[in-house]
T-cell receptor, first 115, second 112 residues
Framework: AQSVTQPDIHITVSEGASLELRCNYS??????LFWYVQSPGQGLQLLLK??????LVQGIKGFEAEFKRSQSSFNLRKPSVHWSDAAEYFC?????????????FGGGTRLMVKP | EPEVTQTPSHQVTQMGQEVILRCVPI?????FYWYRQILGQKVEFLVS????????KSEIFDDQFSVERPDGSNFTLKIRSTKLEDSAMYFC??????????FGQGTRLTVV
């Protein structure tokens, strides 16, 4: 069965600093990979996804992520963090052979932004 | 922009009572899901629904849970006899044939 690990439970960065959130997955074949963001009291909003092709994917709000098969990773990056980026971030994987594509989520990383 | 709508946003119920959580998926989507997130824990898959039947379910989705798409637009999750440990945020999601899953805002269920 697939699994997702987000090693960092909490991260604090200064506004304007760069950000990288780590995600490692376990799955035998090429997965579908996602990053979702959850602001306090809100639902899950998709930031970006990787299905195939270019391993560097661009998302909304200036985020990008890179799929590295050799490292089983899909880290999320942003060059300059804004205070409004404070939220919880979830990496998720779906298996390519599942027509319904249910998601397996990582434990989440809570991002705090210092002024 | 189309969105998944969940009602109510917060539900408080007594232990042993039945609750129904309601969702209106995006209209042309084919796959429907329920996930839950216990406070402080990860989001967990409960069940997926396609072509008017359950296509996959997790170990969490036991006989106390059921899902229904009663009228072609709503998608409901019923918990027959709630337990304290059912307290969680419940998310509905829907997905098209070639799209990612879109999530609703969630229903916070509190069992007292």
């Amino acid at each position: 069965a697939q699994s997702v690990t987000q090693p960092d439970i909490h991260i604090t960065v200064s506004e304007g600093a760069s950000l990288e959130l780590r995600c490692n997955y376990s799955y035998g074949a090429t997965p579908y990979l996602f990053w979702y963001v959850q602001s306090p009291g809100q639902g899950l909003q998709l930031l970006l996804k990787y299905f195939s092709g270019d391993t560097l994917v661009q998302g909304i709000k200036g985020f990008e992520a890179e799929f590295k098969r050799s490292q089983s990773s899909f880290n999320l990056r942003k060059p300059s963090v804004h205070w409004s980026d404070a939220a919880e971030y979830f990496c998720a994987v779906a298996t390519s052979n599942n027509a319904g594509n249910m998601l397996t989520f990582g434990g989440g990383t809570r991002l705090m932004v210092k002024p | 922009e189309p969105e998944v709508t969940q009602t109510p946003s917060h539900q408080v119920t007594q232990m042993g009572q039945e609750v129904i959580l309601r969702c209106v998926p995006i209209s042309n989507h084919l796959y429907f899901y329920w996930y839950r997130q216990i406070l402080g824990q990860k989001v967990e898959f409960l069940v997926s629904f396609y072509n008017n039947e359950i296509s996959e379910k997790s170990e969490i989705f036991d006989d106390q849970f059921s899902v229904e798409r009663p009228d072609g637009s709503n998608f409901t999750l019923k918990i027959r006899s709630t337990k304290l440990e059912d307290s969680a945020m419940y998310f509905c999601a829907s997905k098209g044939q070639r799209t990612e899953a879109f999530f609703g805002q969630g229903t916070r269920l509190t069992v007292v």
